[in-house]
């Protein structure tokens, strides 16, 4: 970088460009870079979380999400990816508690709501869960995956 190579924000960025094409070792190297010139650079630690889960490195994923949202409690995308990582690693109370500030910080976010609804199905929540399908379905109505696990939570909420 030959503008500002002390300035964290172009290396981050460039390591969006990297990672949306596919280079994500790449990126990795450039949000590292942000983050060695700014420490306390929540998305930076967001960016990074995504690549090293893309890469499989999950509690490393895990802990650059944590000190994004500790350093930025209502970065939504941190939260989000958070709880899924969370949930894949079978730690669903947690994952909840993403979830929730996700849709807290951004009421309207569907995945969110969907995710959440997932999670909630699984630990027999089923009720709350049908209440976030919902939702999402009132956000977008022309959800498919929405509107399939509603009819998926209905349905075992009929056989208890």
């Given at each position: 970088m030959k503008i500002?190579?002390?300035?964290?924000?172009?290396?981050n960025n460039l390591g969006n460009i990297?990672?949306?094409?596919?280079?994500?070792?790449?990126?990795?190297?450039?949000?590292?870079s942000a983050l060695k010139?700014?420490?306390?650079?929540?998305?930076?630690?967001?960016?990074?979380?995504?690549?090293?889960?893309?890469?499989?490195?999950f509690?490393?994923?895990i802990a650059h999400y944590r000190e994004a949202v500790r350093l930025e409690p209502n970065l939504v995308l941190a939260h989000y990816n958070l709880?899924?990582?969370?949930?894949?690693?079978?730690?669903?109370?947690?994952?909840?508690?993403?979830?929730?500030a996700a849709i807290k910080f951004k009421p309207d976010f569907v995945l969110a709501h969907i995710n959440l609804g997932n999670v909630l199905l699984a630990i027999q929540k089923?009720?709350?869960a049908i209440t976030h399908y919902?939702?999402?379905?009132?956000?977008?109505?022309?959800h498919t995956l929405a509107h399939n696990n509603l009819k998926?939570?209905?349905r075992q909420s009929e056989t208890k």
């Open positions: 500002k190579p002390d300035f964290a924000l172009p290396h990297l990672f949306a094409s596919q280079k994500t070792e790449e990126a990795i190297t450039y949000y590292k010139l700014s420490p306390d650079y929540a998305m930076a630690h967001s960016n990074l979380g995504i690549a090293l889960e893309e890469k499989g490195e509690e490393e994923a709880g899924i990582v969370l949930k894949e690693k079978g730690e669903l109370e947690e994952a909840i508690s993403h979830y929730r089923t009720d709350e919902r939702f999402a379905i009132k956000i977008n109505p022309n998926i939570a209905l």
